[in-house]
């Protein structure tokens, strides 16, 4: 795990989640720069999209989110999609779904921070034409104030409804939405419902700064 970000192990519960229009996201620094805000869809995304340095299945990336304790904060979820059990149609033999193929920009927080909030375009316009996409990160081309975006598939929490094997992910070298078997490989980038900036400081965080204040008057009524 990255030293930059305070990660300890903790059990957490699953947060409901939003997702927004098609507007430019605004996006503000919290945890001092380890997550950004973005008030659009009212997410809090962390800054670095690999913090765990590795690919995982599904189980596996489920469980290490949902552990994730960054400077206090909990609560993280893995980025969620609404399976509306709609492929869409082909155009040149190129699914273009409303959950299912390239160019999804709605039920997908996966789709929204690629296209709305990086500002990048697919692998496949949608007419199922080349956009000319190349290596080495292929259609990621914007990061924005993210770090270690991977060109490759990230999971989402969502199961896919007709499979039990399945899961759904993001490509986001090629701005693809699909069905991935849970016990394949993906990365995993950690997101959280609302604004970090109003969860309440732990009592042991108040507790220790209670302490120190007491023994700063001990120190003053000494001297």
């Not at 503000?28 to 999209?49: E, Q």
């Not at 709609?86 to 996966?110: K, M």
Request: charged share 10%; glycine share 12%; net charge negative.
């Amino acid at each position: 795990m990255k030293k930059q970000t305070l990660i300890a192990i903790i059990s957490t519960g699953f947060l409901g989640w939003s997702i927004g229009g098609g507007a430019q996201a605004a996006l503000s620094p919290r945890l001092d720069g380890l997550a950004y805000y973005d008030n659009n869809t009212n997410l809090t995304w962390l800054a670095d999209a690999n913090v765990a340095e590795t690919m995982m299945n599904w189980t596996e990336a489920q469980r290490w989110v949902a552990g994730l304790n960054v400077e206090g904060v909990t609560g993280w979820r893995l980025p969620a999609t609404v399976d509306a059990g709609n492929d869409g149609v082909s155009a040149n033999n190129v699914f273009q779904g409303v959950d299912y193929g390239y160019n999804i920009t709605a039920d997908s927080e996966l789709s929204n921070m690629f296209y709305h909030v990086l500002g990048n375009t697919a692998y496949y316009d949608t007419s199922g034409h080349f956009t000319g996409c190349t290596l080495p990160d292929f259609c990621l081309r914007n990061t924005g104030v993210f770090s270690h975006v991977q060109s490759h598939g990230y999971w989402s929490a969502t199961g896919y409804a007709s499979s039990s094997d399945l899961a759904w992910a993001f490509n986001m070298g090629l701005g693809s939405q699909y069905m991935a078997t849970k016990d394949g490989g993906n990365y995993a980038w950690a997101v959280r419902t609302g604004d970090v900036s109003s969860v309440p400081v732990p009592p042991t965080v108040w507790l220790f700064g209670s302490g120190l204040l007491g023994l700063i008057g001990v120190a003053r009524r000494k001297n």
